[in-house]
């Protein structure tokens, strides 16, 4: 399996509050993604990264932000949660035309 | 619009059976295409890339019908291990890796 680790594993949190994900990869892949997953909707990309510092909006980015200041760290931070940011999040990593591998994801539950 | 259309199944099989899932996607200029395959709360996990001339792997064969937008994955002699859901990933994006999932066929291998 892939070395990538994602923490917190599950996160209660409260609307308003922030909250920061983090992915950690042993692989040093240039690119690393954050995704959400919700019933209905399958996978949905929030944010990505093709490099230290170099980031790019995904389909569902309005309340994400990203930061990426080493290869093998990509953080995903919701400025003040809200109950629609209740999801799975997986990031995942990859190289250049290459199949993305995921992590294990975070359950995040805003109440 | 969707990019990538699956049907979501449950597809009810016994052991031993043969079945195939079919996924269709919207942009003819897609350059890569992926099976993944999602256990219950578990993270997807590549399953097999699709080439233009199909492939197989073991029990999996995958195939690539790019005149009418389709791709195939063909699971013989199914096992109880096989259940989970099957995601149908396209690469529309010829620069960055950027990938669209299906929502996903779920499989369920019964005794």
């Known amino acids: 399996d892939a070395g990538i680790t994602q923490s917190p594993r599950h996160k209660v949190t409260e609307t308003g509050t922030p909250v920061t994900l983090r992915c950690h990869q042993t692989e040093n892949h240039r690119y690393m993604y954050w995704y959400r997953q919700d019933p209905g909707h399958g996978l949905r990309l929030i944010h990505y990264?093709?490099?230290?510092?170099?980031?790019d909006k995904g389909e569902v980015s309005d309340g994400y932000s990203v930061s990426r200041s080493k290869t093998e760290d990509f953080l995903l931070t919701l400025e003040s949660a809200t109950s629609s940011q209740t999801s799975v999040y997986f990031c995942?990593?990859?190289?250049?035309?290459?199949?993305?591998?995921f992590g294990p994801g975070t359950r995040l539950t805003v109440l | 619009r969707k990019e990538v259309e699956q049907d979501p199944g449950p597809f009810n099989v016994p052991e031993g059976a043969t079945v195939a899932f079919n996924c269709t996607y919207s942009n003819s200029a897609s350059q890569s295409f992926f099976w993944y395959r999602q256990d219950c709360r578990k993270e997807p996990k590549l399953l097999m890339s699709?080439?233009?001339s199909g492939n197989e792997d073991g029990r999996f064969t995958a195939q690539l019908n790019r005149a009418s937008q389709y791709i195939s994955l063909l699971i013989r002699d199914s096992k109880l291990s096989d259940s989970a859901t099957y995601l149908c990933v396209v690469n529309h994006n010829s620069g960055y890796s950027t990938l669209t999932f299906g929502k996903g066929t779920m499989l369920l291998v019964s005794p």
């Open positions: 990264s093709y490099g230290v510092k170099d980031t």
């Open positions: 699709v080439y233009s």
């Open positions: 995942a990593i990859s190289e250049v035309y290459n199949e993305q591998f």
